[in-house]
């Protein structure tokens, strides 16, 4: 079965500091991962996806096969990144399987 | 940009009454979903829906739940006879591929508060 862990459900960080917040997955093929964003009464957004290979935002994530991981990244972290974060996976068939969310707060 | 629109965005209702919760997907998009997520808990998959029928349902998608493309714009979600359980956030998504070539854009949301 697919499922996707996300270990942290809130994760601080200081303003200009690096972030990231972990996505790790188990699934026996080549899923599809997604990272979707959630601001403050505001709906889920794409973030990225790992076939796309960009940036947004600054943000970055790299597919780790070998560790089944997709970790999201950003150097310095800044205060309008304060949302809800969600990992998704999709293999095959078109449903989304997300994790459990991490909610990251960045002080300023 | 065309967006997912969801209505109402709060629907308060008693348990074992019908609810039915209305998405405007994006207008070219072909494949719709209704996700749902529980205070406190992840985004769980419902049902996709394809060229008028269903392509895929989760378990917790039982015969109380039911989905229509009445009119050629609206997708719907139809809930018979509502549990306490039934309580949750209802997004609708939409996408214009199937699989791996697209992303799903999602609307706000239906707060589903059962009574």
């Known amino acids: 079965a697919q499922r996707v862990t996300q270990p942290e459900k809130l994760l601080s960080v200081f303003k200009g500091a690096p972030v990231e917040l972990k996505c790790n997955y188990s699934y026996s093929g080549s899923p599809e991962l997604f990272w979707y964003v959630q601001y403050s009464r505001q709906r889920l957004q794409l973030l990225l996806r790992h076939i796309s290979r960009e940036s947004i935002k600054g943000f970055t994530a790299d597919l780790n096969k070998g560790e089944t991981s997709f970790h999201l990244k950003k150097p310095f972290a800044q205060e309008e990144d304060s949302a809800m974060y969600y990992c998704?996976?999709?293999?095959?068939?078109?449903?989304?399987?997300f994790g459990t969310g991490t909610r990251l707060t960045i002080i300023p | 940009e065309p967006e997912v629109t969801q209505t109402p965005s709060h629907q308060v209702t008693q348990m074992g009454q019908e609810v039915i919760l209305r998405c405007v997907p994006i207008s070219n998009h072909l494949y719709f979903y209704w996700y749902r997520q529980i205070l406190g808990q992840k985004v769980e998959f419902l049902v996709s829906f394809y060229n008028n029928e269903i392509s895929e349902k989760s378990e917790i998608f039982d015969d109380q739940f039911s989905v229509e493309r009445p009119d050629g714009s609206n997708f719907t979600l139809k809930i018979r006879s509502t549990k306490l359980e039934d309580s949750a956030m209802y997004f609708c998504?939409?996408?214009?591929?199937?699989?791996?070539?697209?992303?799903?854009?999602f609307g706000p949301g239906t707060r589903l508060t059962v009574l």
């Open positions: 998704a996976l999709r293999f095959g068939n078109e449903k989304l399987t």
């Open positions: 998504a939409s996408g214009g591929k199937r699989g791996g070539t697209d992303t799903q854009y």
